[in-house]
């Protein structure tokens, strides 16, 4: 697609993410860094789930919207996501004052839905699959005007997620040796790749949706294939990466891991027990592939486990599914 | 029953508290203070159930531990427990290389008795209702010696309880206005009516064990009735107070409330909606007189949700309650 905010282009830096994680803990506290034994190892689980959104992503979500201009907030702006940036951006729009259009799938889980609504936002559907829903969100703008805020592709977005490694090191005291993240579009991981610049960055991807993955390997944008399996991970489904996310992570970026749908239940049921979290399944992808032994661990490890909004039958099931 | 360690009868200080939060620092991060919103009120919620062993526990069991003599540490502890203090004690045992013994009822959740000896404990089952647990560690330590680490009978076990409160004051910037807490024997609370003189203490109670809301009103110990009703809360089951809690407590509490397992399930479903934590039933009960409306509510109010640790199918079930 054609990009509607050229403004975008500029790339990220390690010293947005340091100004953005300023601004995130004057409003959010930390969120925990938990320990965990993981077969036979010792290393920290990052809670994102605990947020007040229930995800990380209110931190990209909050610096880009206050790097609006005056001007740009009262255009207000519009985003695509299937939930989690929907109630990131509403969060953080209604914080400022900004009116906010989300463009979100007809299918997304409907506690994320009734979320993004309840924070004020104003929900357009699409179909999922079918329809391309960044063509949905510049036919708005072209529409109504405002300022497109991309779920990963954007600098701000970025900047704002690398907040959370910032986190870390404070937490660990140090930096840490990996980081394991979910990842759909590749905006967190790109975020913690410039935060954490001595660690190594694992991208979780659901099975045959890798496109970070793919991405990486190919060093080019790779699209999802025409008729991909169905993934539980329905914040894990991007069409594709963008440039500015594969510029970051080229290079940056172990060869990425995939994870398959029931490893991922397996890490949902382990984060019940092991650590009374509630983790959706796009946020338990992550632990999914250090459970699995997919990538080795240490005492320096960190595992991002990314959201929790889940419906309450869908999580029965899986605690039934043991 | 006798008394079997009358170094207990010294009674629990600020002080104490104040050492206790900080020695407890040093090994373990504060737990989150989450902002929810219940009822239009904005208010806050301390997850306990965050801690290594699922519960606030852990915060006792260190500091009584950690203040025994090296003769004491070399002859070992007992206490008796359905789940929590029985981890907890485990916990700071293994840390310290002391040797601990639990007495656990049989009927605990199964995930509390694996957890408890996971942690290297050695375990001794007994009959709940029917045989008097404090009479089967009082002949434990008359066989083998060691030392009664009580659930919440203790000054050490009170005074590490009562860390909660400190931190919850380090992070709200200020005193709370009132806490809501979930009670069983009165550990906690008198920890916190230590640690925040300042603030409103409520007790929050199973309906019809409310043994320690009995006591602070008769001005007296009051032992739960014969055949009490069946509670989902299994970690809210004592027998009676103890005269060093009711001592803290008395004219520092207000009046006690009570929940019925309705209460503490809807509870249990709106931690995990609307915070993405998992709560035991136990751990649930302060949150469920808060949405019940039992107590009022402002955004100085910090609500104790104590602990996490309940069995998948359990919780499954009440999920699908809704």
Redesign the interface.
């Known amino acids: 697609m054609s990009n509607p905010n050229p403004v975008q282009q500029r790339m990220p830096t390690r010293g947005g993410v340091q100004e953005a994680a300023k601004s995130i803990a004057a409003i959010l506290?930390p969120?925990?860094?938990?320990?965990v034994e993981i077969n036979g190892a010792r290393c920290h689980v990052k809670?994102e789930?605990?947020q007040?959104v229930?995800a990380f992503k209110i931190r990209g979500g909050w610096w880009r919207l206050s790097n609006l201009s005056e001007e740009e907030k009262a255009r207000g702006v519009v985003a695509v996501s299937s939930g989690n940036h929907a109630q990131g951006v509403a969060w953080a729009a209604r914080k400022l004052g900004i009116a906010a259009t989300i463009v979100m799938p007809r299918n997304a889980p409907k506690?994320k839905l009734e979320a993004t609504r309840a924070l004020g936002a104003e929900i357009v559907l699409y179909e999922r699959p079918g329809e391309d829903r960044d063509e949905v969100a510049a036919r708005l703008i072209e529409e109504r005007g405002g300022t497109l805020v991309h779920a990963f592709g954007d600098p701000w977005v970025i900047e704002g997620q690398g907040s959370a490694g910032v986190e870390i090191e404070a937490?660990l005291g140090h930096a840490p040796s990996r980081i394991l993240v979910c990842c759909g579009g590749g905006g967190l991981a790109a975020g913690l790749a410039l935060a954490c610049p001595e660690s190594d960055i694992h991208v979780v991807e659901p099975h045959c949706w890798d496109m970070v993955g793919q991405a990486i390997a190919a060093g080019a944008i790779v699209r999802v294939s025409q008729n991909p399996p169905s993934t539980i991970c329905d914040a894990l489904q991007p069409d594709a990466t963008k440039p500015i996310n594969l510029a970051v992570l080229q290079g940056r970026a172990e060869p990425g891991v995939t994870v398959t749908d029931e490893e991922v239940r397996a890490a949902q049921?382990f984060a019940?027990?092991a650590?009374?979290?509630?983790?959706e399944p796009g946020g338990a992808a992550a632990l999914a592939a250090a459970l699995a032994g997919k990538v080795p661990l240490d005492e320096h490890t960190v595992i991002m486990l990314t959201g929790?909004?889940t419906d309450?039958?869908s999580?029965?099931?899986t605690?039934?599914g043991?």
């Open positions: 506290p969120t925990p860094l938990l320990p809670a789930s605990l007040p229930g506690v937490q049921r019940f027990s650590l009374n979290l509630v983790a929790g909004n309450a039958a999580f029965a099931e605690l039934f043991n």
